[in-house]
């Protein structure tokens, strides 16, 4: 069985905590050190015990406490090299692994592959985790979905997709111009209509278990979301996922499969 909790989601901090039989990993560590420690406990899981760090990207929202997690607790923490180039000189004496972008590689029980994304960083990516004939889609901060992306989407029975904003209340929020335009741009984040649509397009037919992700503080909020993508699903006849949200600094429910 493969289990899966966010443990934060957003510009506040992200952290996706996966588990399959022998092996205990996490998807970014952004969130101060404190608060993955005690949510990892509501688990029944310890820091040491944590098998291996994957990080998306180099913004601090994913990798805040990364480097003190792998230094104190010995944890390797893994990037593709073009990340690990970008990562600040905080990083020193952490234990990092490079993976290769595409290409299938091992973590524990995990056959894992890192599928790239258009973010406004060096080298972004999601992640494809499969083990036992299940298969776990990782896709946030992203800001278009491309064929690669939308393939490593289709087969997944856990799904985390970013769902970062309204379109309306972007454009009518108080951000800056520049700012609205770099969120809403390829190289920024999801929308909401952007995420219903791809889950859409990628259904399978078969039970899907959907979290809804990295959302906004200012130009969304959980229910807009939920009702926005549902209304697209529902448009398209698909009726086959099972949508959820990985909230704000709080663990979502545990989803698995
Ligand atoms: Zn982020
Ligand atoms: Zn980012």
């Known amino acids: 069985m493969l289990r899966l909790v966010s443990l934060s989601s957003g510009s506040c901090g992200n952290a996706i905590y996966i588990e399959a039989e022998h092996t205990k990993i ?8 404190k608060y993955l420690g005690s949510q990892l406990e509501r688990l ?9 760090v994957l990080l998306t990207h180099e913004h ?7 480097a003190a997690l792998s230094r104190r607790f010995d944890v390797p923490v893994w990037a593709n090299a073009a990340t690990l180039d970008a990562l600040p000189v905080g990083f020193m004496g ?14 524990g029980d995990f056959e894992a592959r890192a ?23 990782v896709a946030t901060d992203l800001g278009a979905v491309t064929p690669s992306v939308q393939a490593a989407l289709a087969g997944a029975d856990i799904l985390v997709i970013e769902s970062n ?3 309306e209340m972007l454009n009518r929020g108080r951000y800056p ?9 390829r190289l920024g984040h999801l929308s909401n209509l952007h995420a219903g649509r791809t889950l859409a397009e990628t259904a399978s037919g078969r039970e899907q278990k959907v979290l809804l992700a990295h959302l906004s503080r200012d130009n969304n909020s959980p229910e807009l979301a939920l009702a926005t993508v549902k209304r697209i699903l529902e ?23």
């Open 44 to 52: 029944a899981v310890r820091l040491d015990q944590i098998d291996a």
């Open 26 to 33: 996490l998807i970014d560590a952004g969130t101060p050190l």
């Open 165 to 167: 904003h309204d379109d």
């Open 94 to 107: 952490a234990r990092v692994r490079v993976f290769p972008v595409d290409q299938p590689f091992a973590v």
């Open 177 to 185: 111009a520049w700012l609205k335009a770099r969120i809403a741009g």
């Open 60 to 66: 601090s929202d994913h990798i805040r406490s990364a």
């Open 235 to 257: 448009g398209c006849g698909v009726d086959s996922i099972r949508l959820g949200v990985a909230g704000r600094l709080t663990p979502s429910a545990i989803v698995t499969v």
């Open 115 to 137: 599928v790239p994304q258009l973010h406004d960083c060096q080298a972004p990516v999601g992640f494809v985790l499969r083990h036992g004939g299940k298969q776990i889609s």
